[in-house]
């Protein structure tokens, strides 16, 4: 068979959602690049997807056939079985489950693996809304902090393409990891300070964006609600409040002042731990800077004060009046489609009354039984429990239980998945069509197979088809090709769309999302906040009724702990999340990073391995003392696989899932005390 070379999309859970051109030779990957399909991702990808692509797809890891388990759960011991029996046992399994408990005590167990619309939830969430299962709340895990807060003082619009940050006199990255976890806008960054504007990168880590930024302000995790106060309130003080526009634009900004102005810079840089010049310096630059970019990442939203601090930090370009006319935040992307979801997941079908569980309870709710119905089916997809979610331990547990019937739906043999009683073998992204809306950029793409399913694998959709018609759902909705999911899930008629069906959206050109004025969307140009008020809100009732009355603005409380050191865990360059994890590339121990002060009040030399410890788990990683972290604070990179571990736990063990943050109820990754000792 000739070689031959296919247009695809990168589908993990990265905000960049590259194009991508695959080198096919005789029905196997061996080359991945990047494309000029989508300008914004413009033929650059990172490493991890250039170079493990082949082990991904065909790497002894992966599923091809159906699995019965025969062992213990997490023993890892199955046997292969056909895609009927499959189907037979869990349908069994199910519906005894249904006739005991009802339901809802079935549920979806999955995250974001895949970001496409049909892999991530289409076909699915049809099955479960008909089966009448509990239905799951996600956004807790990751990213419903920073939309939540984005929402509730912007509204569900676009902010500012990613493309502006190339022209920036001042981009300002917080909390945003950006070489990792946000590659693009390092490039347009780099551009911008090539034209010499300034880098500006706000994280508790010494990260690669951080060790090229004009300035790192390297502040203590969670305190970032401080710094921004510190900064509203200098910046106010200096005279450069664009007045005009906050009284045309702006809700409760006296409100937030008052709260701010006990924030003075010398108060705030003692609480945040870092230079009251700094502070003074970023003054000085916001100010005067034209165009300014402010691109917050997830960092900042992973703690108790994770949604006051990314709503103080996006509300200084509002202050400033800095919207528009190539300034902005962003942010909100994710809004630039138009997007058909109830249609593609038929929420219709979901019975009245149906409850809604939050993704990172369910340890609990395994654990303790806590709930009524209790659970006692899951069907985990999309998604590694065991390693991402917080307290591990716990999780660990709930999955171990015998009288729970787990049904796993995967790429690849992981810690979560050996813990299941069925295994269905599910296709890469490289192996099925799907329509990718980004939510770090404008642009919608489509893409088709560029080999068939591997073994006995199957795209996510044509597995739960199988499933609903074991299940004897007849409707017509279950028989839905992936052609007509796509139609469902962005809203043909839409202008945006200039007449062309999603699922004909060609496949070596995205399509940018625009404004009425055919312009790329630009918040303050042609889109405007789409807020209750039609204001910017710094004082939002919304979020008030959302999530308690406290969040009627940024707030900030004092934190006290038993265990001197704050844990953080910023992304690593071999994994998306968890995702990659069992790759050769990614099986090494993270190393635990500490300053130097710390290291020698312990008495612990670098390159050994330490005790990390909290009340919930012990973990151990080998010491790099290094003043990347600041006194205080230790760092180890997030989603490594339990393999890589000695005591069987990776840091999310010490994780709390019974700590929320203050939007969303958010997971608190980045707001962890431990201590740690000699192994
Ligand atoms: S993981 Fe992100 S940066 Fe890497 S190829 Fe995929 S979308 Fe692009």
Redo the contacts with the bound molecule.
């Keep these: 068979m000739a070689v031959e070379e296919h247009p695809s999309v ?1 589908t ?1 859970d ?1 905000p ?3 194009s991508l051109s695959v080198t096919v030779d005789d029905g196997r990957i061996v080359k991945v690049r990047g494309s000029d399909a989508a300008p914004f ?1 413009d033929r650059v ?2 490493n ?2 250039a170079q493990d692509m082949g082990a991904f797809v065909h790497g002894p890891q992966r599923l091809l056939h159906p699995l019965r388990r025969i062992g213990p759960k997490g023993s890892g011991q199955f046997e292969s079985i056909s895609w009927d029996a499959a189907l037979d046992e869990i349908h069994d399994r199910v519906q005894a489950v249904i006739r005991r408990w009802g339901p809802q005590a079935v549920t979806p167990l999955n995250y974001a693996g895949p970001h496409g619309f049909l892999a991530g939830d289409s076909m699915s969430m049809r099955f479960f809304n008909r089966l009448g299962a509990s239905q799951m709340y996600r956004r807790s895990l990751c990213g419903g902090v920073r939309s939540e807060a984005w929402a509730g003082t912007y509204g569900a619009v676009p902010g500012c393409p990613p493309e502006f940050a190339k022209n920036a006199k001042l981009n300002v990255l917080w909390g945003n990891n950006a070489t990792v976890a946000n ?1 693009h806008i390092v490039r347009a960054v780099r551009r911008a300070k090539r034209k010499g504007g300034r880098l500006v990168v706000i994280d508790p880590f010494r990260t690669k964006i951080a060790q090229q930024a004009d300035l790192h302000v390297q502040l203590l995790p969670g305190t970032d609600t401080l710094l921004a106060w510190a900064l509203a309130t200098e910046l106010e003080r200096a005279g450069a409040f664009d007045r005009a526009f906050i009284a045309a634009h702006v809700l409760g900004a006296e409100d937030f002042m008052a709260r701010a102005r006990e924030w003075p810079a010398a108060r705030a840089a003692e609480a945040c731990g870092v230079p009251e010049q700094q502070i003074m310096t970023l003054v000085g630059w916001l100010a005067e800077a034209d165009p300014l970019v402010l691109a917050p990442g997830n960092g900042l939203e992973r703690g108790r004060h994770g949604g006051s601090g990314i709503r103080a930090a996006i509300t200084l370009p509002a202050l400033l009046g800095k919207m528009g006319k190539g300034s902005g935040i962003a942010l909100g992307a994710g809004n630039s489609f138009p997007k058909t979801i109830a249609k593609l997941q038929r929420s219709d079908l979901m019975p009245a009354g149906t409850r809604t569980l939050n993704l990172i309870e369910v340890g609990r709710h395994l654990v303790s039984d806590d709930i009524d119905p209790p659970l006692r089916a899951l069907f985990i997809y999309n998604h590694n429990p065991i390693v991402v979610h917080p307290d591990q331990n716990r999780m660990r547990r709930g999955l171990a239980r015998e009288d729970v019937f787990a049904v796993g739906i995967e790429v690849a043999m992981t810690e979560s998945m050996a813990h299941c009683d069925i295994l269905l073998p599910a296709a890469t992204h490289f192996e099925y069509a799907d329509l990718y809306p980004a939510y770090g950029h404008q642009w919608l793409q489509r893409a088709e197979p560029v080999i068939a399913p591997l073994g006995e694998s199957l795209p996510n959709t044509e597995i739960f088809r199988r499933l609903a018609a074991r299940f004897g759902f007849t409707e017509a909705c279950f028989s839905a090709t992936d052609a007509e999911l796509m139609d469902e899930a962005i809203d043909p008629a839409d202008r945006r769309l200039h007449g062309v069906r999603p699922s004909c959206i060609p496949t070596d050109r995205a399509v940018q999302m625009t404004g009425p004025d055919e312009q790329p969307m630009v918040l303050f140009e042609n889109v405007f906040p789409a807020t209750p008020s039609g204001k910017i809100e710094l004082v939002s009732e919304s979020l008030a009724t959302r999530w308690g009355a406290a969040a009627r603005m940024a707030g900030w409380l004092e934190r006290h702990s038993e265990y001197p050191l704050m844990l953080i865990s910023p992304a690593s360059d071999k994994r ?1 999340s968890s995702t990659l994890g069992g790759l050769p590339a990614s099986q090494r121990t993270p190393v635990l990073r500490m300053h130097p002060r710390d290291a020698a009040a312990r008495g612990l030399p670098a390159n050994t391995d330490v005790r990390v410890w909290n009340e919930l788990g012990e973990v151990n990683l080998p010491l790099e003392v290094t003043d990347a972290v600041p006194p205080g604070v230790v760092a180890s990179e997030k989603g490594t696989w339990l393999s890589t571990s000695r005591t069987g736990q990776t840091i999310s063990a010490l994780v709390s899932a019974d700590m929320r943050a203050d939007l969303a109820e958010g997971a608190c990754f980045n707001d962890t005390r431990v201590e740690v000792g000699r192994a």
Excluded: E, G, P
């Design positions: 990168c993990f990265c960049d959602t590259c991702t990808i990172c991890k997807v590659l998306i």
